[in-house]
Structure formats: structure tokens, C-alpha cells
């Protein structure tokens, strides 16, 4: 069965550094890897997909991800935080069409 | 650019009261979708939709659930009777075949069961 873990519940980072969001997925045929980010009291924004195309994949506000199959991991990444990034942060996986998703990770943005 | 629209943004019920979410698809989307998501929880796949029938659903979506697309425009969730469990976050998601099964979210609908 498909499923996603998602590594840290809460992330908190400082102003200007790396973000780094963990995500290891299982799946029995070749994945499409979703991350979705949810400011407060909003819906679910689409950051970025992998499609089995590049592996290294570029999203909006400036997060990328790799897809590294060995590891069965799909990491996201910012260089330079933002704090208009705080937000929180799934991963999800799709199933025949349906989206199983993580548990989420909290990002807090320090000044 | 086209998006989802869910009604109301926020629903207050009574416990065992009969509630109806209402979501718009984007206009061309075949494919369409209830999550729901507890506070403080994962969003959590309760059904699909597709040719105006179920294919898939959740052990979340018992027989309290039911899902519509009545007018060819609207897609609704009807919950028959409310727990005090079913408070969450109800989003509609919506999915044309060809983009790499992405999908679309509506801004939800919050229900609070009382």
C-alpha cells in the first residue's frame, strides 16, 4: 500500500536559512509526489509535483524538491526562509487518482 | 484563472442534523473529490467521483455519507446525520485527466457540530 511519512511535525528555522521539509513515500509502482502548503485557515495550495519527468523539481516561492528513488524520498528544500513561509506543509502521494497524504509539518519562521 | 469554490466557508449544526456542502469544479474536471481534515490532523480521503458515480471510498465514508452532482455543476456532500466527530475541515478537490493527477482544492468548509 501506498503511504507517506513525513519526518518532524514542527520545523523551526530562522530568517534567511535552509528549509528543509522531510518526506519518504512507499509505493509499488512509480510514484506522483505532491507537496501542498496550507497557511492558516486557508485550503490546500499546490507547491510542486513530480511527474517522473526531472527529478529535480521547481515550485513556486522559490521550494524546490528532489525525487531520489534509492532513498524513496522526496525532500523540499528552500535555500533562504522567508517568514511568509510559516505555514504547514504535505507531502502526498497519488493512489488510482486519490491523494494519501502525510502528517504534516509545521514551519515556524524566526525573525 | 479557474478555481474551486466550496459553500458555506462555515457551517455551525446541531448534533443528528442533516448538513449539505456545496463545491463548484473547475469547468472542465472530470474527476472529483472529498477530504476531510480533523484539527490538527493529516487530510484524510473520503471519496471520488466519477461519470456520476462513486469509485472510490474511505472506512471513513459510511452510510451517513453521500455525495451528488444533482445539476451537473454542483458537487455536494450530504452528511444525514452529524456527530459530534464529523467537525473538520471539508475540502472538494477536483482533477482532469492529463495533468499528472493534479489536483485542485477549494478553500474548504468548516463544520462545527454541536
Known amino acids: 500500500a501506498q503511504s507517506v511519512t513525513q519526518l518532524g511535525s514542527h520545523v523551526s528555522v530562522s530568517e534567511g536559512a535552509l528549509v528543509l521539509l522531510r518526506c519518504n513515500y512507499s509505493?509499488?509502482?512509480?510514484?506522483?509526489l505532491f507537496w501542498y502548503v496550507q497557511y492558516p485557515n486557508q485550503g490546500l495550495q499546490l507547491l510542486l509535483k513530480y511527474t517522473s519527468a526531472a527529478t529535480l523539481v521547481k515550485g513556486i516561492n522559490g521550494f524546490e524538491a528532489e525525487f531520489k528513488k534509492s532513498e524513496t524520498s522526496f525532500h523540499l528544500t528552500k535555500p533562504s526562509a522567508h517568514m511568509s513561509d510559516a505555514a504547514e506543509y504535505f507531502c502526498a502521494v497519488s493512489l488510482g487518482g486519490k491523494l494519501i497524504f502525510g502528517q504534516g509539518t509545521e514551519l515556524s519562521v524566526k525573525p | 484563472e479557474p478555481e474551486v469554490t466550496q459553500t458555506p466557508s462555515h457551517q455551525v449544526t446541531q448534533m443528528g442534523q442533516e448538513v449539505i456542502l456545496r463545491c463548484v469544479p473547475i469547468?472542465?474536471?472530470?474527476?472529483f473529490y472529498w477530504y476531510r481534515q480533523i484539527l490538527g490532523q493529516k487530510v484524510e480521503f473520503l471519496v471520488s467521483?466519477?461519470?456520476?458515480?462513486?469509485?472510490?471510498k474511505s472506512e471513513i465514508f459510511d452510510d451517513q455519507f453521500s455525495v451528488e452532482r444533482p445539476d451537473g455543476s454542483n458537487f455536494t456532500l450530504k452528511i444525514r446525520s452529524t456527530k459530534l466527530e464529523d467537525s473538520a475541515m471539508y475540502f472538494c478537490?477536483?482533477?482532469?485527466?492529463?495533468?499528472?493527477?493534479?489536483?485542485?482544492f477549494g478553500p474548504g468548509t468548516r463544520l462545527t457540530v454541536l
Open positions: 467521483f466519477y461519470n456520476n458515480e462513486i469509485s472510490e
Open positions: 469547468s472542465n474536471h472530470l474527476y
Open positions: 509505493s509499488s509502482v512509480p510514484p506522483y
Open positions: 478537490a477536483t482533477y482532469s485527466s492529463g495533468l499528472d493527477n493534479e489536483q485542485f
